[in-house]
C-alpha cells in the first residue's frame, strides 16, 4: 500500500514556473514507477510525465517536453515535477501515481495508487 499526497500547487503567472513535490507513504517507494497526471477543467484526465523507478528512464507529454521536468529522490520518498514557462493550458488539478512496475509510461491503468491531487491555475 502505498499513500501519496502532492504539494505545491497554486497560482502562477503565464511563464512563470512551480514544482509540484509528491511524498509517498512507506518504505518501498523505490520499487514504484512513478507519474504525473493532470485534469483540465472540463477535460478528462491526461498524461504529463513518468519517471522509472531507479530515475534513469523518463518520459513527457508532448505539450509539456522542454518545459517540465520529472525527477525522484528515493532517499526521501518524493517524486517532483519542475514546470517552467507555465502557460494558461497547463492548469489543471495534478496527480501523482505510482505503479509496481520497474516504468509505466503513460498507461494511467498500470498505475495503482494515486494522490488527491493539487490545483494549479496560470493567469494570462
Known amino acids: 500500500q502505498v499513500q501519496l499526497v502532492e504539494s505545491g500547487g497554486g497560482l502562477v503567472q503565464a511563464g512563470g514556473s512551480l514544482r509540484l513535490s509528491c511524498a509517498a507513504s512507506g518504505r518501498t517507494f523505490s520499487t514504484y514507477a512513478m507519474g504525473w497526471f493532470r485534469q483540465p477543467p472540463g477535460k478528462e484526465r491526461e498524461f504529463v510525465a513518468a519517471?522509472?523507478?531507479?530515475?534513469?528512464?523518463?518520459y513527457y507529454a508532448d505539450s509539456v517536453k522542454g518545459r517540465f521536468t520529472i525527477s525522484r529522490d528515493n532517499a526521501k520518498n518524493t517524486v517532483y515535477l519542475q514546470m517552467s514557462s507555465l502557460k494558461p493550458e497547463d492548469a489543471a488539478v495534478y496527480y501523482c501515481?505510482?505503479?509496481?512496475?520497474?516504468?509505466?509510461?503513460?498507461?494511467?491503468?498500470?498505475?495503482?495508487?494515486w494522490g488527491q491531487g493539487t490545483q494549479v491555475t496560470v493567469s494570462s
Open positions: 501515481a505510482a505503479a509496481p512496475a520497474y516504468y509505466a509510461g503513460s498507461y494511467s491503468d498500470a498505475y495503482d495508487y
Open positions: 519517471i522509472s523507478r531507479s530515475g534513469g528512464r523518463t
